[in-house]
C-alpha cells in the first residue's frame, strides 16, 4: 500500500466565508462584499477590501474597527455574515453636543417646521 501523505500532490482548497465592509462618512456610505478564507481578521479583512482608497480622508490609524458596531480587536477572527465596520473617532462629544443645544434652546431630535 502507498502513502500518498508528505508528497504534496493534494491541496485542499481553504474554505471561504462571506462578510461584508462599511464604511461611513458624513457624506457617503461603503459596503463591500467580500469573501475571505476561515480564519481571516477583522484588521486584514478591512486592507483586503480596499475601502480606505475609497475614502482617503480617513486615517486608518485613528479608526477603531467593529462588528454589528461593537468595537473589536484588529486580531478578532471573523465568522460567516460578518459585518466590519470602520469606526471613525467622535468629532463632537455627544453629551456636549446635547448641552450646547440646550443652552441654545434646541434638541438633537427632530426639527419643527
Known amino acids: ?8 500532490r493534494y491541496s485542499v482548497a481553504p474554505e471561504i466565508i462571506a462578510i461584508e465592509v462599511a464604511c461611513a462618512e458624513a457624506d457617503r456610505q461603503t459596503v463591500i462584499a467580500l469573501e475571505v478564507e476561515v480564519g481571516c481578521t477583522a484588521a486584514e479583512a478591512l486592507r483586503r477590501s480596499g475601502v480606505f482608497a475609497q475614502h482617503p480622508g480617513i486615517d486608518p490609524k485613528t479608526c477603531g474597527i467593529g462588528i454589528f458596531g461593537r468595537e ?5 477572527i471573523l465568522r460567516a455574515g460578518d459585518r466590519v465596520e470602520v469606526l471613525r473617532p467622535l468629532t463632537d462629544d455627544p453629551r456636549e453636543r446635547r448641552r450646547r443645544l440646550a443652552r441654545q434652546g434646541g434638541s438633537m431630535g427632530r426639527r419643527s417646521a
Do not use: K, L, P, T
Not at 500500500?1 to 504534496?8: D, L, N, V
Open 72 to 76: 473589536v480587536a484588529g486580531d478578532r
Open 1 to 8: 500500500m502507498h502513502s500518498r501523505a508528505g508528497r504534496g
